[in-house]
Protein backbone atom coordinates (compact mmCIF):
# COMPACT_ATOMS: atom_id res chain seq x y z
CA UNK A 1 0.00 0.00 0.00
CA UNK A 2 1.43 3.48 -1.17
CA UNK A 3 2.10 5.93 2.09
CA UNK A 4 0.86 9.28 1.88
CA UNK A 5 3.61 12.05 1.59
CA UNK A 6 3.07 15.53 3.14
CA UNK A 7 4.84 18.43 2.31
CA UNK A 8 4.96 22.64 3.71
CA UNK A 9 2.34 24.38 1.26
CA UNK A 10 3.48 27.73 1.61
CA UNK A 11 1.68 28.72 -1.47
CA UNK A 12 -1.60 27.64 -0.11
CA UNK A 13 -0.60 29.56 3.59
CA UNK A 14 0.04 32.99 1.52
CA UNK A 15 -3.55 32.50 0.28
CA UNK A 16 -5.11 31.93 3.68
CA UNK A 17 -3.37 35.00 4.76
CA UNK A 18 -4.38 37.16 2.07
CA UNK A 19 -8.00 35.88 2.36
CA UNK A 20 -8.11 36.45 6.55
CA UNK A 21 -8.44 40.44 5.30
CA UNK A 22 -11.75 40.01 4.29
CA UNK A 23 -14.28 40.51 7.02
CA UNK A 24 -15.95 36.96 6.47
CA UNK A 25 -13.03 35.67 8.15
CA UNK A 26 -11.36 38.24 10.24
CA UNK A 27 -11.87 36.02 12.96
CA UNK A 28 -9.40 33.76 11.43
CA UNK A 29 -5.79 34.10 13.30
CA UNK A 30 -3.97 32.95 10.41
CA UNK A 31 -0.96 32.16 12.18
CA UNK A 32 -2.40 28.86 13.51
CA UNK A 33 -3.57 27.39 9.92
CA UNK A 34 -1.20 25.29 8.89
CA UNK A 35 -1.21 23.84 5.13
CA UNK A 36 0.31 20.87 4.16
CA UNK A 37 -0.27 18.90 0.30
CA UNK A 38 -0.37 15.56 0.35
CA UNK A 39 0.56 12.64 -2.09
CA UNK A 40 -0.92 9.56 -2.59
CA UNK A 41 -4.03 10.17 -0.36
CA UNK A 42 -7.09 7.94 -1.85
CA UNK A 43 -9.93 10.44 -1.10
CA UNK A 44 -12.76 11.80 -3.47
CA UNK A 45 -11.85 15.12 -1.34
CA UNK A 46 -9.89 18.09 -3.22
CA UNK A 47 -9.08 19.24 -0.04
CA UNK A 48 -9.93 18.99 3.47
CA UNK A 49 -9.35 20.79 7.08
CA UNK A 50 -8.87 19.47 10.42
CA UNK A 51 -9.61 21.17 13.42
CA UNK A 52 -8.17 20.36 16.81
CA UNK A 53 -8.68 17.78 19.12
CA UNK A 54 -10.94 18.56 22.23
CA UNK A 55 -8.11 16.51 24.13
CA UNK A 56 -5.80 18.54 23.25
CA UNK A 57 -8.10 21.76 24.19
CA UNK A 58 -8.24 20.11 27.93
CA UNK A 59 -4.39 20.32 28.51
CA UNK A 60 -4.13 23.63 27.41
CA UNK A 61 -3.23 23.54 23.32
CA UNK A 62 -4.32 26.45 22.00
CA UNK A 63 -7.31 25.73 18.86
CA UNK A 64 -5.22 25.70 15.37
CA UNK A 65 -6.66 24.03 12.11
CA UNK A 66 -4.97 22.45 9.54
CA UNK A 67 -5.84 22.88 5.78
CA UNK A 68 -4.49 20.06 3.44
CA UNK A 69 -5.00 20.08 -0.30
CA UNK A 70 -4.47 16.70 -2.03
CA UNK A 71 -1.74 17.87 -4.81
CA UNK A 72 -2.76 15.47 -7.04
CA UNK A 73 -6.29 16.88 -7.69
CA UNK A 74 -5.77 20.51 -5.93
CA UNK A 75 -2.99 21.77 -8.38
CA UNK A 76 -5.03 20.69 -12.17
CA UNK A 77 -7.67 23.40 -10.88
CA UNK A 78 -7.50 26.54 -12.21
CA UNK A 79 -6.43 29.53 -9.78
CA UNK A 80 -9.61 30.96 -9.78
CA UNK A 81 -11.04 27.57 -8.46
CA UNK A 82 -8.33 26.82 -6.03
CA UNK A 83 -9.28 29.48 -4.20
CA UNK A 84 -12.54 28.82 -4.19
CA UNK A 85 -11.55 25.68 -2.66
CA UNK A 86 -9.38 27.25 0.24
CA UNK A 87 -12.40 30.14 0.89
CA UNK A 88 -14.76 26.57 1.79
CA UNK A 89 -12.15 25.55 3.84
CA UNK A 90 -12.19 28.05 5.77
CA UNK A 91 -15.76 28.47 5.92
CA UNK A 92 -15.33 25.45 8.06
CA UNK A 93 -13.99 27.41 10.63
CA UNK A 94 -16.43 28.99 13.11
CA UNK A 95 -16.70 32.46 14.33
CA UNK A 96 -15.50 31.35 18.06
CA UNK A 97 -11.76 29.87 16.55
CA UNK A 98 -12.68 27.44 18.82
CA UNK A 99 -10.93 24.41 17.20
CA UNK A 100 -14.68 22.55 15.80
CA UNK A 101 -15.42 22.38 12.74
CA UNK A 102 -18.55 23.61 10.90
CA UNK A 103 -20.30 21.53 8.47
CA UNK A 104 -21.65 21.71 5.31
CA UNK A 105 -25.72 24.04 5.20
CA UNK A 106 -26.00 26.85 6.21
CA UNK A 107 -22.40 28.02 7.16
CA UNK A 108 -20.31 26.24 4.47
CA UNK A 109 -22.20 26.19 0.84
CA UNK A 110 -21.21 27.37 -2.81
CA UNK A 111 -23.48 30.24 -2.58
CA UNK A 112 -20.83 31.55 0.30
CA UNK A 113 -17.77 30.52 -1.78
CA UNK A 114 -19.22 32.46 -4.78
CA UNK A 115 -20.26 35.40 -2.83
CA UNK A 116 -16.84 35.49 -1.02
CA UNK A 117 -14.89 35.20 -4.27
CA UNK A 118 -16.64 37.86 -5.91
CA UNK A 119 -15.74 40.50 -2.57
CA UNK A 120 -12.00 38.87 -2.75
CA UNK A 121 -11.96 39.74 -6.50
CA UNK A 122 -13.52 43.47 -6.13
CA UNK A 123 -10.92 44.20 -3.45
CA UNK A 124 -7.57 42.71 -5.89
CA UNK A 125 -7.31 40.05 -3.18
CA UNK A 126 -8.50 37.34 -5.89
CA UNK A 127 -6.05 38.41 -8.58
CA UNK A 128 -2.73 38.69 -5.74
CA UNK A 129 -3.59 35.38 -4.41
CA UNK A 130 -3.84 33.94 -7.84
CA UNK A 131 -0.25 36.00 -8.90
CA UNK A 132 0.93 33.88 -5.55
CA UNK A 133 0.39 30.49 -7.46
CA UNK A 134 2.44 31.79 -10.39
CA UNK A 135 4.92 32.90 -8.41
CA UNK A 136 4.99 29.41 -6.48
CA UNK A 137 4.59 27.30 -9.58
CA UNK A 138 3.05 23.69 -9.54
CA UNK A 139 4.78 21.84 -7.15
CA UNK A 140 7.28 19.62 -9.12
CA UNK A 141 7.98 16.10 -9.42
CA UNK A 142 10.54 15.92 -7.81
CA UNK A 143 9.42 16.62 -4.14
CA UNK A 144 6.47 14.44 -5.10
CA UNK A 145 9.52 11.65 -5.00
CA UNK A 146 11.36 13.63 -2.40
CA UNK A 147 9.13 12.27 1.06
CA UNK A 148 7.39 13.71 3.73
CA UNK A 149 9.44 16.88 4.76
CA UNK A 150 7.68 17.01 8.41
Same mark, same amino acid.
Given at each position: M?? %?????ADDVCEAVKALT???? /?S? %?? *??? @??? @?? #??? =???? *?IARIYGTPRAWLAVGR????LIEV %? =?? &? /???LSPTRRLEVIIHELLHIPKTFSGGLRPHGRHVNDVKVK????? =????? %? =??NTIRIWRSFGSPSR #? &??? *???SM
Open positions: PR %IRYEPKLDE /FH %ID *ASR @VYC @VR #SYG =ARTS *AQPEY %I =AE &K /FYRSIYAK =AASMG %I =AS #S &KKR *AGP
